[in-house]
């Protein structure tokens, strides 16, 4: 599990999600491969790391970019590898597995990987004020299903490129051209899960010495941020957990809680439960869910409603959390397996050159011309053997454990994105508003119209966040930047339909319009069984079955 606190404006709230792999907690998959790795360095087999075999295990940080990018390990310098005090804890000469897993535990290279990206309200608030103007036909400040009725009719023109997708920048470019929006928009920064300042924070799953000091630091920040008499403690006017949760802290009955009364916060239930599923799910299964315990549902469940594109949507007065997982991106997977493709080909390339006598392998007098300098650190690496001869077989088994790195961890992304109308637009979050989500705009909107008349104000608009999971490297993590990143519209994949739908959408907004059909306008209608003037998956599966019933 990964338990998140989002510092609500009266109070912590703890969300506790879990995260599976093809049914499978998620740690199985980073246990799998520190087997792995463990195995290839453990080369006499006597299930300990001597000081030799420990001297080739990557540094923490090393191990996250090995994992993100799958090729750059072993090409660095000293810095690429763990001190050996580092990896023996106990100091009894040798590296045991679970001294190993410690390791990897403590420098944050072990379970979620955490991206957060910068607060981005500015260019989200300009762009939302820029829809509204061209949405709000009656100049009242508010916007009407009638008025979201006319969204497609609207924003259409702005889709210059003719791909029937409007995207942020081309709903308002000159976003993109603030200072403070591209140094803001163009840079992430990657956080080790622990406790951090902002509106989250990330706490590890496991019940290391490490969770002792988030508990205290957790409630130090509690107070920090909640304590408004300023007397370093909290009462129930400063702090709005329930009664009955705030009397169980409250264990010396004064009516306050303190730092070490607060740091048994992490012990109660959490607030909210989910569960996100990654890679396969069962056939009854949604991306996400609530969990209730018992058959309890948690404190705060009736405040999540499920949002479009299998989303739950966590409300908490002034601010909504999107929790989600990451569509595919099959663009930048290949990108990044084709950099390692290349990377792997220029090497073997390399060693058959060096290899003059063609005897099958080089030993490193073969490697002293300077074209082939880059295979020193790399050598005692990839020949596991030791033998001093290293083979294309173990170039390549070298590169197959680099390349497996990158299965082996779930990244989370969180965003800020401001007061964004255009995020609760666009359901899927590719940066962009397609057809069947501009027909359906009011769909989305009207869960907002807190005051019940009608219509959505501006200021009925909750500061938006996201939290994205995702295996392995997560391309979404710049795809959840503010609206109008040119880096969060590349390209969607439609991942669901049969194969003659997923090559027809070709914008990959999940829908086939009639300009991409390409069948005849009866054959269209015929699939569009709702008329809504757009296939949708669920349509053409049922075409498909209903097809294959007849032909059987």
């Not at 992490?266 to 890679?279: W, Y």
């Not at 315990?293 to 959390?321: H, M, N, Y």
């Not at 090497?347 to 058959?352: E, P």
């Not at 001093?388 to 790195?405: I, S, V």
Request: charged share 30%; hydrophobic share 35%; net charge negative.
């Amino acid at each position: 599990m990964q338990d998140v606190i989002f510092f609500a404006e009266d109070r912590p709230v703890l969300i506790r999600l879990h995260v599976h792999v093809d049914g499978k907690p998620h740690g199985a998959a980073w246990d799998r491969y520190a087997k792995k790795l463990f195995a290839f360095l453990d080369r006499d087999g006597d299930g300990t790391l001597s000081r030799d075999e420990a001297s080739r295990a990557p540094s923490g940080q090393q191990f996250q970019m090995m994992r993100q990018q799958g090729y750059t390990y072993g090409i660095g310098g000293a810095a690429t590898y763990a001190t050996f005090g580092e990896l023996d804890a106990d100091e009894d000469g040798k590296v045991s597995y679970d001294e190993f897993l410690a390791y990897y535990r403590r420098t944050g290279a072990a379970g979620v990987q955490i991206t957060v990206t910068p607060p981005q309200p500015t260019a989200a608030d300009a762009l939302t004020d820029t829809l509204f103007r061209l949405l709000d036909a009656d100049r009242d400040g508010k916007l009407s299903k009638e008025e979201l009725a006319q969204a497609e009719k609207v924003l259409r023109p702005f889709d210059t490129d003719d791909n029937e997708l409007v995207s942020a920048s081309e709903i308002q470019p000159a976003t993109l051209m603030t200072p403070a929006y591209a140094a803001a928009g163009m840079m992430m920064k990657p956080e080790r899960p622990g406790p951090r300042a902002g509106s989250f924070l990330f706490l590890t799953a496991d019940d290391s010495p490490n969770r002792l000091t988030q508990r205290l630091t957790l409630a130090q920040g509690v107070i920090n941020r909640y304590d408004k008499d300023g007397n370093g403690t909290l009462d129930r006017r400063e702090i709005r957990l329930d009664r009955e949760v705030f009397k169980a802290l409250d264990t010396n009955g004064d009516g306050e809680l303190d730092q070490i009364e607060l740091m048994k916060l992490l012990r109660q239930p959490p607030d909210v439960e989910a569960i996100i599923r990654l890679g396969k799910t069962g056939s009854h299964e949604e991306p996400t869910d609530l969990v209730a315990r018992g058959g309890k549902p948690a404190a705060l469940a009736a405040a999540v409603r499920k949002g479009t594109s299998g989303t739950l949507l966590l409300t908490l007065g002034d601010a909504e959390i999107d929790m989600r997982r990451a569509v595919g991106s099959g663009g930048d997977e290949s990108q990044l397996k084709a950099q390692a493709d290349q990377l792997r080909q220029g090497y073997v390339m390399q060693i058959k050159s060096a290899d003059a006598k063609n005897k099958g392998y080089v030993e490193k007098a073969d490697l002293r011309k300077p074209q082939f300098r880059r295979f020193e650190a790399l050598f005692d690496l990839a020949d596991r053997d030791g033998d001093g001869k290293l083979t294309e077989d173990e170039l390549n088994a070298w590169f197959d454990l680099l390349e497996k790195a990158t299965e082996s961890y779930v990244s989370l992304v969180v965003a800020e994105n401001g007061r964004s109308l255009f995020d609760i637009l666009d359901a899927n979050r590719d940066g962009s508003l397609g057809l069947r989500e501009l027909r359906t705009a009011w769909t989305r909107l009207a869960p907002y119209d807190r005051d019940g008349d009608g219509r959505v104000a501006r200021a009925e608009i909750p500061r938006q966040f996201q939290i994205t999971l995702g295996l392995g490297q997560a391309p979404l993590a710049m795809r959840t930047a503010a609206p109008g990143n040119p880096a969060a519209e590349t390209a969607a994949v439609t991942t669901r339909g049969p194969l003659w739908f997923r090559k027809m959408d070709r914008n990959g907004d999940g829908d086939v319009s009639l300009r991409e059909f390409l069948g005849t306008r009866e054959e269209f209608r015929k699939i569009d069984t709702d008329g809504d003037g757009l296939i949708s998956a669920e349509e053409a599966e049922r075409f498909d079955a209903a097809l294959r019933k007849k032909n059987n």
